[in-house]
Structure formats: C-alpha cells, structure tokens
C-alpha cells in the first residue's frame, strides 16, 4: 500500500491561466474521489469516479472544473481561466468499497494570484 | 444538502487527559460514520469508523459512540499525548459520497 499520491503538492498560478491536478489512487480502488478544502474548513465533495466512469458532481464543480479517469486508475482535475476563489487544497481520496472510508492524499495547494 | 458539524471549533486537554471531540450529524438516512485526523499540511487520515447497526466502537486509545437517538457522534481520545494535535473531523455517508463536518482543533497542553 503505497497510498494515494497527488501531484503537484503546490500550483501557483495567475488569474485565466488553466491548471490541472493529478492524482494516484492506491492500486485496486475502483472508486476515487476529488474534495476540495479551503482554510479553516472541512472538505467538500466535488465529484467522484466509479472505476473510469463519473457518477456524481457537485454544484460546486463549475463548468470551468472537468475531472476525468480515463482507465480507471490515475485521474486529473483540470480547472480553467482559474479565479482567485478557486485557491484552495484540492485532496483526492480513493476507496475499495463503497461503504469502506476514504484513503486520503496529502493534496495539492493551489493559489492564484 | 445535509450536513455534519461540530460543536466547539477548539478544544484544549492537558497532556494525559482523555479528549472527548463531539460531533452532530443531520442526515437520518445516514448508516455509516467516520473519524479523520489532519495534521497541517497534510490530508486528513482515517482514525475510526463505526456503522449505524452499533452505538460504540474501539480503537487503540479511540473510541467513537454513536447515538442514533439525538444523531449526535462523539470521540473519544484516552491519555491524549502531543501526537494527537491536530484537527478532527466527523465525516457521514451522503448518498455514495461523504459529508464533513467543519473540524475540531484539539491543542495538547504540555
């Protein structure tokens, strides 16, 4: 178990420009989720993969926010013309069964200036 | 949409002394419960967990109680030691996905 890994840890960038995120989920999860976090906050659920197929978003995820898992395994959280109220931690979590907790990774800081 | 949340933002415990963290949840469909520890700078890590068929569970040095009556969610911490600080989080399950609560920061006082 070499746990969930995100890349990069920090992303800083300017107002409009795009990002993305990636994530690794412990191999053999087939569910893996995308929170974000801001300070002071508990996480919010952005969206959630099932194997490679999206089963759910949030409100929250804008149509600037696209998340995708192609093959099932690794995902990337692509975020464009980003704006400053998108500097959060985004953390990525993946899960065995779906009743199992969450296996968190240590997150990507993002800010934008 | 629903929600979890805690009831202090803060909690300070002398070295040694059992911490009780309290959590409330509001979702009655909610069967499964969740205890996370973060540290700063890092993503939260699972401490416990415990389901709505059982009102206590064990850990080492943890122990959650889960009171369905009042939807209300407790940790419990014996012989809390620096390690422990950190915040904490009550998470519940939201359809497939998971609600949290805004955290608990629990300082140990040396």
């Known amino acids: 178990d070499t746990g969930v890994s995100q890349d990069p840890r920090h992303k800083i960038t300017k107002r409009g420009q795009n990002v993305t995120f990636r994530c690794d989920p412990i191999?053999?999860?087939?569910?893996l989720y995308w929170y974000r976090q801001t300070l002071g906050q508990g996480p919010e659920f952005l969206t959630y993969?099932?194997?490679?197929?999206?089963?759910?978003k949030s409100r929250l995820l804008s149509d600037r926010f696209s998340a995708e898992r192609p093959k099932g395994s690794f995902s990337t959280l692509e975020i464009q013309r980003t704006e400053q109220g998108d500097s959060a931690m985004y953390l990525c979590a993946s899960s065995l069964l779906s009743q199992g907790h969450l296996h968190f990774g240590n997150g990507t800081r993002l800010t934008v200036t | 949409g629903e929600s979890v949340g805690l009831h202090l933002p803060t909690l300070s415990v002398q070295e040694g002394d059992n911490s009780i963290i309290n959590c409330a949840y509001s979702?009655?469909?909610?069967?499964?419960f969740i205890w996370y520890k973060q540290e700063s700078g890092k993503g939260p890590q699972f401490i416990i967990d415990?389901?709505?068929?059982?009102d206590k569970r064990q850990g080492q040095r943890v122990t959650v109680l889960l009171n369905k009556t009042v939807k209300h969610l407790s940790l419990q911490i014996a012989a809390t030691q620096p390690g422990d600080s950190a915040v904490y989080f009550c998470a519940d399950n939201y359809g497939q996905n998971f609600v949290f609560g805004p955290g608990t920061r629990l300082s140990v006082l040396p």
């Open positions: 993969f099932q194997n490679e197929a999206q089963l759910e």
């Open positions: 191999s053999e999860h087939n569910r």
């Open positions: 979702n009655s469909a909610s069967d499964y």
């Open positions: 415990i389901r709505s068929n059982m």
